[in-house]
């Protein structure tokens, strides 16, 4: 009566079956090498990334429950207003218009405002107007490069005082370098503003990714501690375990958490002025999926090549592999069933 | 005790949760009753609709801002708004730079005009007053404009002023300038940032009466406190007449002192000083005594409320600086409602995609999760209730899409304690132990990871913008509640559980089936031949197995494990 991913998880628990994450390294680490690349150079491509009003700075103006969406009134009204400001008219959601422009003055932005809402026939309570000055964008990605850089030594100090190694430290906070790094990639990819929200997203990340990294790394640190001594495996054998036999866990709690960000995606992508909910649930769905990914098969494979070369682990890694060939002979027929 | 330890534990758990739900009701209960709660949550002005406002300081060349300052001007504003009647306005400094203020709904023009106001008071002591009109009587008895100031008048002093009152300020030009003042016209212009060290023309707030003052002897931010209240004459009878009382803090008291010694020695206008604020006077008084306490009285034809205005005028109009419009954002109604209904949507969906997905994956032991959810959920929304009333927090939707998320991390916790149990149960452990073995190593694991969630939420609670802080400060309060509910709920449910004969005999559908999970080690001194594990696996795993075992297991094991030899042969690979 087991499901299919219970009997998998069986299997990999007791280690009858085994994905070979740190052994086959090298494949893992020239995948994540050529999605860095891609993801460094995909936003160079599209010509940077596509930054909302604000970081550019402008006005802003969003007219809900409209009947004609007819983007050329938006125009007149914002030139009869301010002459020589070009309207970018876009409709959303079928009902809605959003128009941005330079940056007006308060006084222009309240005549537009009232402008178009008697050009698009609705009440100007209907009107939603945002005006934002061109420093404020700077202000909140600087606020935000200091929280990431405090949470970082923070976290990096936290971890290694709790897993008594800097070693888990290092590889966690490189594999989240990675994280981040695709997740601005793909987001570039699929062009949506770069807004605040998006900068929500990209910080929750910083949390889900090292969070993720812990839960695995704690499996690894109880199997290499508490098996070391008696452990006919080698340092990476027993690293690979653990990864392995939280391996369903991982699969678990990414759907667990992917399927209220997805909806929120889906949501956020089709509802009017949601723009918040979407550009954040993006950042999150990419950061999540990367995340998982990056922890099994980045973070624990660089974790154990820093370990391997320490003497303790060297000379236990050598004790072993003295005593396979034997044990193999004694066993042969256990090799063929594989 | 008829009881074993784990149920009572588990009991003692669950009534703890009881009273701690019990306790938050209570309160927001009575909150609701006897106070000003409400039964949901505030909400942000991105869900309810209302304007932002971004205000950036405006100080003299040269100078910067103190966080001092600015939460001195936080406070200011806050003061001015609740005085003009405006509830429930938020007023935050963003970084340390921005002042944030929020007002629900759409704020008059008036309101929005009191908020930006720069309001710089300042003490002044006046050189020169006249009529409002720029009109000069000439010798022919006729009033004649006076003429525009000639360019070429002499502009500094010739001698250097050696006080405040100094006359030798009255250059020339500044005189020319004077006399082609007029309150109705220019007044209305000149309300910008007027250097303190310099003279300065301007107008009563009335408009009746323009003044030439001599450089700022006392800022407003000297002001300690002011009230208003009747006088009393010395011998302690009131006098029935409404006076202003300041009191200055030290430094204010000294130059007041310096200030009062000087005028009380001259005549006419020079024994006045006006109080000026945002370039305009709105006092000034004459001075009658030397005040070296640092609290003088303004006494004169005040009503009750003319001081009163007069008293919040000098409390709270000592900002230092004056503010510049740097984004304003209003919005309305309809849109805040609208994305409040996409965010409760995307999280009923996202909720109801995860009951499946976990029932799916944990059969009955889904509805654990799915229970734990439930009260976890309902232990935020008492929080936030709570926390809206007491502190004005106020749900915003970066906060909304913060407890969406937070459902993953919640079930997390969940699936990896879950999965503990699955695999001490793989290790052949019988339920009960399981689960607290599983629980032993799973809460490790759950702390552990808990602790970074809450470190990133701490983190970009204090260092970022304002929106980003509504979205931490849910992930934060959930990664608690979340500890609180798997330690308090979901863990003691799975003790009660394990003694349930449904769960305890391994019910295919109780998702902690030890046969579907592919124990090798069953019951009593009894093992299940693991039939898809090479021999040399199902060695190992036993090995594991046995070092895991209680005491009691491991007799039993050994004792069973002696038949079972000859047909598991020992050592091997396990790669």
Known sequence: MASRLTKFGNDLYTGARSFDFVGKRKIWYAIAAVMIIASILIPVIKGGFNFSIEFRGGSQFQITNVDNTDTAKAQDALSSIVPRAVAHTTVVNGDGVRVQTDQLSEEQTRQVAAALAKAYEVPSTEVASTFIGPSWGADVTQQSIQGIVVFLLLAFIAMALYFRTWKMSAAAIVSLFHDLIITAGIYALVGFEVSPATMIGFLTILGYSLYDTVVVFDKVRENTKEEMELSRRTFGESVNLAVNQTLVRSINTAVVAVLPVASILFIGAFALGADTLRDISLALLIGIVVGTYSTIFLAAPMYSQFREGEAAVKKHDAKVLAIRPKAAKADSVAVAAE | ?575
């Open chain 2, 1 to 575: 005790m008829a009881k074993s330890t784990p149920v009572k534990k588990a009991w003692r758990s669950l009534s703890w949760l009881g009273a701690i739900v019990i306790v938050l009701l209570g309160a927001l209960t009575a909150g609701v009753i006897w106070s000003n709660a409400t039964w949901l949550p505030k909400l942000a002005l991105d869900l309810q609709g209302g304007t932002q406002i971004i205000l950036a300081p405006q100080v003299e060349n040269g100078q910067t801002v103190q966080q001092q300052q600015l939460d001195q001007a936080v406070s200011i504003i806050r003061q001015r708004i609740d005085a003009s009647g405006v509830s429930e306005a938020e007023i935050s400094t963003e970084g340390s730079k921005n002042i944030v203020v929020s007002i629900p709904g759409t704020p008059d023009q008036q309101t929005l005009d009191r908020i930006k106001a720069s309001a710089k008071l300042d003490f002044r002591p006046v050189l020169l007053a006249g009529g409002p009109t720029n009109e000069v009587v000439g010798a022919d008895g006729k009033s004649t404009p006076a003429p525009t100031p000639a360019p070429g008048l002499q502009s500094t002093p010739s001698t250097k002023p050696t006080n405040g009152s100094d006359l030798a300020w009255i250059t020339p030009a500044l005189q020319a300038k004077f006399d082609a003042f007029s309150c109705a016209s220019d007044a209305a212009k000149s309300t910008g940032v007027a250097p303190a060290d310099k003279p300065l023309i301007t107008c009563d707030d009335g408009g009746t009466v323009k003044y030439l003052l001599g450089p700022v002897e006392v800022k407003g931010q000297d002001i300690k406190d002011a009230t208003s209240g009747l006088t009393s004459s010395s011998s302690g009878v009131t006098t029935g007449q409404w006076g202003v009382n300041i009191i200055f803090n030290d430094e204010g008291t000294k130059s007041f002192a310096t200030v009062t010694t000087r005028l009380n020695g001259l005549k006419g206008a020079q024994n006045q000083f006006a109080i000026v604020l945002d370039g305009k006077v709105i006092s000034a008084p004459t001075t009658n005594a030397v005040i070296t306490d640092g609290k003088p009285q303004i006494t004169g034809n005040f009503t009750q409320d003319t001081a009163k205005t007069l008293a919040d005028q000098l409390k709270f109009g000592a900002l230092p600086f004056s503010f510049q419009v740097q984004s304003q954002d209003t919005i309305s109604a309809t849109l805040g409602s609208s994305q409040l209904l996409s965010g409760l949507i995307a999280g009923l969906i996202g909720l109801i995609l995860v009951a499946i997905y976990t029932l799916f994956q944990y059969r009955l032991l889904g509805f654990v999760t799915i229970i734990s959810l439930i009260v976890a959920a309902a232990l935020t929304y008492l929080s936030i209730a709570l926390l809206s009333w007491h502190y004005g927090y106020r749900l915003s939707l970066a906060g909304v899409a913060g407890l969406i998320v937070a459902i993953g991390f919640t079930a997390d916790s969940f699936i990896v304690y879950f999965e503990r149990i699955r695999d001490e149960l793989r290790d052949g452990r019988g339920l009960e132990s399981a689960v607290e073995a599983g629980w032993k190593r799973a809460q490790r694991t759950i702390y552990a990871s808990k602790a970074t969630n809450l470190l990133a939420a701490i983190v970009l609670y204090v260092l970022a913008a304002a929106n980003v802080r509504g979205f931490a400060f849910t992930l934060g309060l959930t990664t608690i509640i979340d500890v609180l509910v798997v330690l308090l709920f979901t863990h003691p449910v799975l003790q009660l559980l394990a003694k349930t004969k449904f769960f305890n005999s391994g019910n295919a559908w109780s998702g902690l089936d030890p046969q579907a999970l592919g124990a090798v080690y069953r019951g009593a001194a009894q093992f299940r031949k693991p039939t898809a594990v090479s021999a040399g696996k199902a060695a190992t795993a036993g090995k594991e197995a046995a070092r895991r075992q209680t005491i009691a297991e491991r007799k039993a094991a050994e004792l069973a494990s002696a038949s079972a030899s000859s047909d598991s042969k020992t050592g091997g690979k396990d790669s």
